[in-house]
């Protein structure tokens, strides 16, 4: 081991950097000649920067979201349906509040007691809400979601 492997500098003055020649980093400092990081002030690329093409930020739609084409059912609890009676689909929930619009998957999931006897036509069920409607009379039908009426052309 040597004697100079030993040393730590701490006491070591940082380099002054751009002071002329003698000083040992004079001139261009240590940058390199021209280019974005030779210049002063900060040389980060802003945020989006995709080396002088378009910026993403211009790339992408201004709107943010994302609608998905194939959006989650709507839960409907089952004793939300003990005041309903006889035929229950979509549009029933739909009048009954308890939906935003009858052209949506539902779901029926379990939830309490359920007293009423229905017939329930619906996309989905969970198991446990099947078992309940049947205890207390009723059926459970899986049917399609309904399509919308379609305009006629003029």
């Not at 990081?37 to 943010?64: N, V």
């Not at 409907?76 to 052209?103: A, M, R, W």
């Not at 949506?104 to 078992?131: M, P, Y």
């Amino acid at each position: 081991m040597k004697y100079n492997d030993l040393t730590v500098e701490k006491n070591a003055r940082p380099t002054r950097s751009g002071r002329g020649i003698s000083a040992g980093r004079g001139k261009t400092a240590g940058r390199g000649t021209k280019g974005q990081k030779s210049r002063t002030g900060h040389h980060k690329m802003p945020a989006g920067f995709m080396g002088g093409q378009r910026a993403i930020m211009q790339a992408i739609p201004k709107l943010k979201g994302f609608k998905s084409i194939h959006p989650k059912a709507e839960v409907v609890y089952t004793d939300n349906l003990n005041g309903l009676s006889g035929e229950v689909d979509n549009f029933k929930l739909t009048e009954k509040s308890l939906i935003s619009s009858p052209y949506n998957k539902v779901k029926v999931i379990l939830r309490g007691e359920i007293t009423a006897k229905i017939t329930l036509s619906t996309q989905f069920a969970s198991k446990s809400a099947i078992k309940a409607i049947e205890k207390a009379g009723g059926k459970f039908k899986k049917v399609a979601v309904p399509k919308r009426a379609k305009k006629s052309e003029k």
